[in-house]
């Protein structure tokens, strides 16, 4: 069965074109959107296995658009499709959950490669993109003097994927309550009031 794409991005030709490769190239396209403020809905009803998601759309933004799939179906491989290069919207993507990210100049080829890699398991990244996370996250060898314990590194990491609590325990196979736990004890340690302080903390510190 052929991989189920769905694509959000707001400039038409390129959506259209983008859409007619992929047929093109044995992927089913099941849905493409110039706006993704109904995105969850849309991975609920159709299921992809692959989203690519523009970043800057009208309304509400890619970022939201993933951290809303990722919620609604956290087996959906999102991939970042965009022009911006910035730090910023990089780590605010990853950290809501994207799987993926790459420029728009990036050629056809690779596009089709990256979304192999993503349904393989892999974090299909450009080159220029890649370099950037690595440079941001080489770990330190003070990156644990917050004393934190490894399964609080592993709540950590997974609340840096953008993901709620009631995933967080899925994924881990603990109780809610267990995981809310671990989070007070981070929040303590980190000495930070919320998840989005401590997202912050632990990515600006390179924590994890």
């Excluded at 007619?20 to 995105?39: E, F, I, P, R, T």
């Excluded at 799939?69 to 087996?75: G, L, M, N």
């Excluded at 959950?97 to 728009?104: Q, R, S, V």
């Amino acid at each position: 069965m052929a991989p189920k794409i769905v694509l959000f991005e707001d400039n038409d030709r390129l959506r259209e074109s983008l859409a007619y490769l992929l047929k093109m190239n044995g992927y089913d396209v099941v849905g493409d959107y110039n706006q993704c403020s109904d995105a969850a809905n849309i991975a609920r009803v159709y299921t992809p296995d692959v989203v690519l998601m523009d970043i800057d759309m009208p309304g509400d933004n890619g970022i939201k658009g993933v951290r809303w799939i990722k919620e609604a179906r956290p087996q959906t491989s999102v991939i970042m499709y965009t022009v911006f290069e910035d730090d910023e919207k990089l780590f605010e993507c990853l950290c809501a959950g994207a799987n993926g990210y790459l420029l728009k100049k990036t050629p056809p080829a690779k596009l089709f490669d990256a979304i192999q890699e993503v349904l393989e398991g892999g974090a299909p990244m450009s080159p220029v993109i890649a370099r950037k996370v690595l440079n941001t996250f080489q770990v330190k060898e003070t990156s644990n003097k917050y004393n934190l314990s490894p399964r609080e590194i592993e709540v950590l990491q997974w609340l840096i994927k953008g993901y709620s609590i009631k995933i967080i325990a899925a994924e881990m196979n603990l109780a809610f309550d267990t995981v809310r736990s671990h989070l007070k004890n981070i929040y303590q340690k980190l000495h930070v009031n919320c998840g989005k302080e401590a997202i912050a903390k632990a990515l600006s510190e390179r924590i994890v």
